[in-house]
């Protein structure tokens, strides 16, 4: 059973950044797209960045300029630097990556951490 185990939340001013790591633990052959979610407190969860395995990118339009996604296929670890945070980013980020099986591709989610932004 794969799970994903995120790191790097925290809380911090605005204007500050914050480095969110998320890599998988057990056994998988290979993965495809890997990204953050982040559900804001009473908001339903939505996208926020995305990354192909061979680097294509893919931002929600309130965070470009100010996050960037990379993923270090080696280490099978995705990264999302958040830079001039915002009070708005306040929320739980989880990390999401697909998993290639023989018929379909399977979404796993990681627990989530939490990431705040006082004013």
């Known amino acids: 059973q794969v799970q994903l185990v995120e790191s790097g939340g925290g809380l911090v001013q605005a204007g500050g950044s914050l480095r969110l790591s998320c890599a998988p633990s057990?056994?998988?052959?290979?993965?495809?797209?890997m990204g953050w979610d982040r559900q804001l407190p009473g908001k339903q969860r939505e996208h926020v960045a995305s990354?192909?395995?061979?680097?294509?990118?893919n931002y929600t339009m309130s965070v470009k300029g100010r996050f960037t996604i990379s993923r270090d296929n080696a280490k099978n670890t995705v990264y999302l630097q958040m830079s001039g945070l915002r009070p708005e980013d306040t929320a739980v980020y989880y990390c999401?990556?697909?998993?290639?099986?023989?018929?379909?591709?399977?979404?796993?989610w990681g627990q989530g951490t939490q990431v705040t932004v006082s004013s």
């Open positions: 990354i192909s395995s061979g680097g294509v990118t």
């Open positions: 999401k990556a697909d998993f290639p099986g023989p018929w379909r591709s399977y979404t796993y």
């Open positions: 057990g056994s998988f052959s290979r993965i495809d797209d």
